[in-house]
């Protein structure tokens, strides 16, 4: 048995409490401290996040701004392509194509050769006689001899006569030729043509 003496006096004890308060108080203050230093760290983290969000938001304004740039483009480009498909065509307002001749069958003297032939096929008496001033064959030469033969692009000396020859294919429609058609139609740019194709499922 503990004698008087060993015994825990309720100083002790008291000791013993303030001392195990001590310890707690101080691994408080070691949490705190470490909370602190978090804390530091976040602040630090979240201005590195707001500065970069700062960032983000200024490249998200030029870019804005340089797409409305880009689309202020593009609406000059389109622009400006309409305008230079609307001068091709105004240049070759004078032009017919003649589809369905056979490779070589014009010889070395194109427009000799339409001159003969065209009057024939439209039945077309003018005066002066239709006159052509250049003509050439369309497109690469196929060198198997399997495709369709190129058209004959020609461009007439008097627009007036243009007209009446195109009004002449519209009337009239293919023509025959020994045994095969001629088709002959307007000369009009690439991207009218493509335009025009769209149409043709509308025609009745």
């Not at 409490?17 to 070691?30: F, L, N, P, Q």
Request: proline content about 5%; overall charge neutral.
């Amino acid at each position: 048995m503990m004698s008087d003496k060993e015994r825990p006096t309720t100083m002790d004890r008291i000791l013993q409490k303030i001392t195990a308060v001590s310890r707690w108080i101080e691994g408080m203050d070691t949490s705190i401290s470490s909370l602190t230093l978090e804390t530091k760290s976040m602040r630090s983290d979240i201005a590195g996040f707001q500065s970069r969000v700062a960032g983000l938001e200024h490249r998200m304004g030029t870019l804005e701004a340089h797409m409305s740039t880009v689309q202020d483009r593009d609406q000059d480009l389109l622009y400006l392509w309409s305008e230079i498909t609307d001068l091709e065509d105004r240049s070759r307002r004078d032009n017919i194509s003649l589809f369905g001749i056979l490779e070589n069958e014009e010889g070395p003297d194109v427009q000799t050769f339409l001159g003969s032939i065209v009057p024939k096929l439209t039945s077309l008496t003018s005066d002066p006689p239709l006159e052509f001033q250049r003509a050439h064959r369309g497109g690469p030469k196929c060198l198997d001899g399997t495709s369709r033969p190129r058209p004959i692009i020609a461009c007439l000396l008097r627009h007036a006569q243009t007209r009446q020859l195109r009004q002449a294919a519209r009337n009239h429609g293919p023509f025959q030729m020994e045994k095969y058609e001629i088709r002959i139609t307007a000369d009009y740019s690439k991207d009218t043509n493509e335009r025009r194709k769209a149409f043709l499922a509308l025609r009745p």
